[in-house]
């Protein structure tokens, strides 16, 4: 199977086949937090199953009553704050987002290039030591990355006080990529004359022309020069350059494979590998 899928780098592979490498990439390589296939929740890989939520009462035990065929209960109404340790609510995901990134928020830059920086994570921070749980602050902690500067910023926000706390930057720490650097980092292989092959294997396995992300499903993972037996020159500052490589696999269709690009999101640069 790897002699298959080396000798087709680039082109399309039949699904069950890929399908095997292509979990075995993401089990192998995928940090806890990090992206799966594109449409999956944050924080949940490609092959994730249905998790419990932990609430009681809220699974169908023996004697709970079902439902019924099309019958599908009402959220419930969230809040604009949460309770200990409650998930955050949107609101205040949002508050936290616009407190962690304030002093970047005009002179950051996000993946795309956009104003401000590319926040990758925001979960709620593990309670203190001792105390009470349900009266102690609502703490959050984010995580963005800023393309500018190519920094991991991690802030913790106090919710309660609507301040941060600790502010932390580091640079060469490179977290497994988002969803929007995926999305960001195909376009930017079919924007290059690399991208050839992708799209004529599109066009083999659909009769049309693949002009856009929009039709793939995307996954992917950080280059890391240390594993690679030969680095091209091009891909020397990865590390400190937020380098990934995607997996593509068209919706509802067959993959692609793409491991033998590498994409510097930072420079915006596209470089074929010798081996993926």
């Known amino acids: 199977m790897r002699k298959l899928v080396r000798r087709h780098l680039g082109k399309v592979v039949a699904g069950t086949a890929i399908a095997v490498t292509g979990t075995a990439v993401m089990v192998g390589i995928t940090l806890p937090g990090a992206a799966g296939a594109e449409g999956a929740p944050e924080g949940l890989s490609a092959a994730s199953g249905e998790q419990d939520t932990g609430r009681g009462g809220s699974g169908a035990g023996p004697g709970a009553a079902s439902p019924g065929p099309g019958v599908v209960a009402a959220a419930p109404t969230e809040g604009d704050k949460g309770v200990g340790r409650d998930p955050l609510t949107d609101g205040e995901l949002e508050r936290a987002k616009q407190l962690a990134v304030a002093p970047v928020a005009r002179s950051g830059e996000n993946v795309s290039g956009g104003r401000g920086p590319q926040v990758l994570a925001t979960d ?133 494979d793409t491991r033998h690009l590498v994409v510097d999101l930072s420079a915006r640069t596209v470089v074929a590998t010798p081996s993926a």
Do not use: F, M
């Not at 920094?151 to 720490?173: D, F, H, I």
């Open 124 to 256: 709620l921070a593990e309670p203190e030591p001792s105390g009470d749980n349900v009266a102690a602050p609502r703490r959050a902690v984010v995580s963005y990355y800023d393309y500018r500067t190519d920094q991991l910023v991690t802030a913790t926000v106090n919710l309660t006080a609507s301040r941060v706390e600790t502010r932390g930057a580091q640079q060469g720490v490179q977290p497994s990529p988002r969803r929007a650097e995926l999305r960001e980092a195909a376009g930017l292989i079919l924007a290059s004359p690399l991208g050839a092959g992708l799209k004529a294997d599109y066009l083999d396995a659909t009769g049309s022309a693949l002009t856009s992300v929009e039709p793939l499903t995307l996954s992917g993972y950080v280059y890391r020069k240390d594993s690679e037996a030969r680095v091209p020159q091009r891909l020397d500052a990865c590390g400190v350059h937020r380098c990934v490589r995607i997996i593509t696999k068209i919706t509802n269709g067959p993959w692609i």
